[in-house]
Structure formats: C-alpha cells, structure tokens
C-alpha cells in the first residue's frame, strides 16, 4: 500500500520506483533506498494540470533523491531524473523538460523553451 494524497505523491506511486507484484505495490528491489522525497508546487495541484505537466509518461525516478518543483514546468517523455533535482521557473517564464533528458544533481532556473523544428 503507497498512501496517494497528494499530486507529489502520486507522481512517486506512478513512477518505476514502485512494482505490483502478486496484486500489492511494492518498491522496485532495485531501488537501493527509500522513495525520494517529491515537492511539486501549486501548478501540479489539480489533477488537470499534473496531467498536462507530464507528456506521455512519468520521469525515470529510480535513482532519484529529492525533486523540487516550482513554477510553469512541463516535461517531456523518457526523462530521467537522479540525486537531487530542483527545478524552479521564474515568473512569467515556462521551463520544458524536453524528451530523453537526464538530469542528475542540478538546479534549473529561469526560463528554457525548447522547440522542436
């Protein structure tokens, strides 16, 4: 059983760091560590906006220690996160995680738009 009351948590149960086996969810075994610690702010609130925020599929987390989010974030598909990400959009300002991006012990700030030709 992984409680679900949060959008935050619900990113964790719907990510590769939980299995169902046998009809129970369970923490991946190749998981070396407890379920990382997920902060998204208030435009992951409703279950709307989470959904637009996450292209196709929830991020890689199985090696993933702490994820901040704050701000106008979306992200892309096959994106892998590791050790501690934070990710904070200014103001204004949106930050697209684009697909098959690996982010490993990083900060993200500002405003970043990628745009595919």
């Known amino acids: 059983f992984v409680p679900v009351k949060t959008t935050s948590d619900l990113l964790t149960a ?7 086996k046998h009809g129970s969810v369970r923490q991946h075994p190749e998981r070396e560590s407890g379920p990382p610690l997920v902060k ?3 435009q992951f609130a409703s279950m709307q906006d989470y959904n637009r925020r996450f292209r196709g599929d929830t991020p890689d987390m199985m090696q ?4 901040t989010v704050s701000g ?3 992200f892309g ?5 590791q050790g ?3 990710i904070v959009a200014n103001d204004g300002s949106r930050i697209d995680i684009p697909d098959g ?5 990083c900060v993200v700030s500002g405003n970043l738009r990628i745009v595919e030709h």
């Open 14 to 20: 719907q990510s590769n760091v939980y299995v169902i």
């Open 40 to 42: 998204l702010g208030p």
């Open 64 to 67: 993933l220690d702490h994820l």
């Open 72 to 74: 106008d974030v979306y």
């Open 77 to 81: 598909r096959n994106v892998k996160l």
């Open 84 to 86: 501690t990400v934070i």
């Open 101 to 105: 991006s690996v982010l490993n012990n």
